[in-house]
């Protein structure tokens, strides 16, 4: 039986070109770029034009680029950093109902600390109300962090109207991109935000890289405290190895993005017309227009996502849904809830479908197929 | 070896050594093998982890070591509204449940026997000390070949049509080859410390857990004539038969409890192992579970459990219209015990059971046991 990886959301596989060019760095360039002999300038060098690529994705400078080791400490670093070195003049912060748990863990934290969170909510659509954003903004709002793709149903938000909202504001615009950056072109100046988080694994580079930008007159509470990396924003020896294979990973991305998006397209299509030839009853969750084509989330009716999902495993086909508990037993999204509520049926019975490059038409036929009698015989129970 | 790589097993892990090993020996025997890690109780500690995940990484461990997939199933809801209400239930009513009992009835061998089939299972295999035979193509429950281990007095519950479809292949084996086993494959659990006392409350101190679920009521620790001894903290936490933790000084015999006054709230004790308010010669069953086709309207002469891990005694089953049962025993009985399991054998074969209701000695209720 061949396994059909429709996970991508979750993590991918690295690029060709990126485990060539890692490969390169593994081999011939070990210092370390703080060093000041050539060793050091050797390594240093391979940063820099890292970061050069990086940047100019998203349209930044040079310097506003920090790396870390991956989304989440980004965004811990833009949460915990901005929270900490503002909260002289407020303790507010906006977010959505709908973030990554790297987003709204920290929160928590911060409530725990003392400063007040507003959950913007969602309709079904899973979008935000830019009038709810505007009515709870406040005199002490130090920052607004709000997601530009959901990493759970695909929905964008519309990050460059909440840029422009925010622009005259005392809050700081965090955006958790880690989902768009593979998909949509990302300019920093025309979204107006201050902070933004992307990471390499989503992107097909390597795992343990990610960056946070941060405009340069933007200041932040550093997390970490040692060397001088990363203009102090981040201390710590630079995993020269990973930023190398990501800023690889990034070269191929603009090239190739355009095409990509028509890829997912054509893949997220095929399913959805292979699952409707199969008469299997779905439902696409969230809106329909307002998404990324390389996710989708789809409730199967008369089944139960935990044995659905370890089925589909058992069948071949990796899918994710929710998130797990530490011990393996899947708890219903908290993005579905707050679309849909916490006693609606599709909290139960939905799973996330993310696309990649080797995906090809033939294995979404498959899947399809392979779907069909296991729904039936979870209806029949 | 005959091909069995379409045939599916799902076994239930625990974490433990006993389902790490019943794993291993089907992944030998050639089936297509799925781990799958029940979660029944919801529980985190006080830095918020969930009490189940170092079981759970303890059944992905040794899956990997198999090379086999492992999954997680959530039974919560089930286990609270099924085992843990029912688990109530008995102490309001001054009786000793047998959640394990319960467990292997409403979970283990219906909602996760379910789960399995769900999965394309032809066969659920637990890591339980009991057999399966087919003898005449009667399908059988056995005792496992380790008396001290034997298991079948927790699954006198689970319907007799269900046993075609049940695996224990460590019913074969005794405790020290199964930990020999897993050493000399060096299973992540070879060495693990075989869990005790009922699993929702784990390690935990009994008293406060249950505490925490049912308003404890002080009253009067009293003999059968009504001398008063002193106080109790609540009938709940007290079994019949029980020495410790009465507090009762004085010269003498040590003090026992010998039944529960629910209307009154009192605690009944006398002096001595022996005291004769401890003793019965017939009980009757209910809930009964047969294993085994027979002609029940003849009195059934076999050996019979009344609490795990006791030796077996001789006693004469007697059938009743509404399907309970009266158990007259050969020899009088020490702390026969309401709510706890009756199970029934005929040599090794496990031929059912059912729920002590009520206790008799010559031919008179024992009120005094609730």
């Known amino acids: 039986m061949s396994h059909i990886y429709l996970d991508h959301a979750a993590t991918t596989p690295m690029h060709e070109s990126v485990q060539e060019q890692m490969t390169k760095v593994m081999q011939n360039h070990f210092g370390n770029p703080s060093s000041i002999h050539y060793f050091g300038r050797d390594s240093r060098k391979l940063l820099d034009e890292a970061r050069t690529t990086i940047a100019k994705s998203i349209n930044a400078t040079f310097s506003s680029i920090i790396f870390t080791s991956g989304g989440t400490e980004a965004n811990n670093l833009a949460i915990f950093g901005t929270a900490y070195a503002k909260k002289n003049q407020g303790k507010h912060i906006i977010t959505t109902s709908i973030e990554h748990h790297a987003v709204l863990h920290p929160l928590e934290q911060l409530e725990s600390e003392g400063f007040e969170v507003t959950y913007l909510s969602v309709d079904e659509s899973g979008r935000i109300d830019l009038e709810e954003l505007k009515n709870s903004l406040r005199d002490d709002t130090i920052l607004v962090t709000i997601m530009s793709v959901n990493n759970e149903t695909g929905v964008i938000q519309p990050i460059k109207e909440i840029g422009e909202l925010l622009e005259h504001q005392l809050a700081v615009f965090h955006t958790d991109a880690v989902q768009a950056y593979g998909i949509q072109a990302i300019d920093v100046k025309e979204l107006k935000v201050d902070l933004l988080t992307a990471s390499s694994h989503k992107i097909y580079g390597p795992k343990g890289v990610g960056f946070l930008y941060k405009s340069e007159d933007h200041y932040l509470r550093q997390q970490l405290f040692g060397g001088e990396q990363e203009r102090k924003w981040r201390s710590g020896t630079e995993n020269t190895l990973a930023i190398a294979g990501f800023e690889q990973a990034v070269k191929v991305l603009m090239d190739e993005r355009e095409k990509r998006k028509a890829h997912y397209q054509m893949l997220n299509e095929t399913l959805i017309n292979q699952l409707n030839a199969q008469s299997i009853d779905f439902n696409i969750n969230g809106d329909l227009t307002e998404r990324v084509p390389n996710i989708i989330n789809i409730s199967f009716l008369g089944t139960e996502v935990e044995m659905f999902l370890t089925n589909l495993d058992l069948a071949g086909i990796a899918v994710s849904s929710g998130s797990a508990c530490t011990a393996g037993s899947i708890d219903p999204s908290h993005v579905l809830k707050a679309m849909y509520g916490d006693n609606d049926k599709r909290i139960y019975n939905s799973i996330r479908f993310s696309f990649g490059l080797n995906n090809t038409k033939e294995e979404m036929k498959t899947v399809a197929e392979r779907i069909k009698p296991i729904v039936e015989r979870l209806k029949n129970l | ?370």
Request: aromatic share 10%; charged share 25%; glycine share 8%.
């Open chain 2, 1 to 370: 070896m005959e091909d069995r790589s379409n045939i599916r097993v799902v076994v239930g892990m625990s974490g433990g050594v006993d389902s790490s090993v019943t794993a291993l020996l089907l992944k030998q025997q050639g089936y297509d093998v799925v781990g799958i890690f029940m979660k029944n109780w919801d529980d985190t500690d006080e830095f918020g982890v969930c009490t189940a995940t170092q079981d759970y990484e303890d059944v992905a461990r040794v899956c990997n070591q198999l090379d086999i997939p492992y999954y997680s199933v959530n039974f919560e809801n089930q286990y609270w509204d099924k085992v843990f209400q029912y688990f109530l239930n008995e102490y309001k009513a001054g009786r000793t449940p047998n959640p394990d009992v319960m467990c292997n009835k409403e979970i283990k061998f219906k909602a996760f026997l379910d789960h399995a089939i769900a999965l394309g299972a032809d066969y659920l295999a637990t890591g339980h000390y009991a057999r399966v035979r087919e003898n005449d193509g009667v399908v059988e429950m056995l005792r496992g070949v380790d008396e001290n281990k034997d298991q079948t007095y927790f699954l006198n519950q689970i319907p007799k049509d269900i046993l075609p479809k049940i695996l224990f292949p460590l019913g074969e084996l005794d405790k020290k080859e199964v930990r020999k086993i897993a050493e000399q494959h060096d299973l992540a659990t070879a060495s693990k410390k075989d869990s005790t006392g009922i699993c929702f409350i784990g390690e935990r101190n009994f008293k406060e857990f249950l505490s925490e679920y049912l308003p404890a009521q002080p009253g009067e620790m009293q003999t059968l004539s009504g001398e008063v001894k002193g106080q109790h903290d609540g009938l709940m936490y007290y079994t019949i038969g029980q020495r410790q933790g009465l507090g009762i000084g004085g010269s003498g015999d040590a003090w026992f409890v010998v039944g529960k006054n629910l209307e009154d709230n009192v605690l009944y004790v006398e002096q001595g192992i022996e005291h004769e308010a401890l003793y019965s010669d017939e009980l009757l069953a209910v809930d009964l579970n047969w294993l085994v086709d027979r002609h029940l309207n003849e009195p059934i002469k076999c050996t019979a459990k009344f609490r795990y891990r006791q030796k077996d005694s001789a006693v004469t089953v007697y059938v009743n219209d509404n399907g309970t049962v009266n158990v007259q025993f050969d020899e009088p009985q020490r702390a026969i015990t309401p709510g706890q399991a009756v199970v029934f054998y005929e040599g090794d074969v496990c031929l059912g059971g059912g729920t002590i209701d009520e206790v008799y000695h010559e031919k008179t209720k024992l009120e005094h046991l609730a």
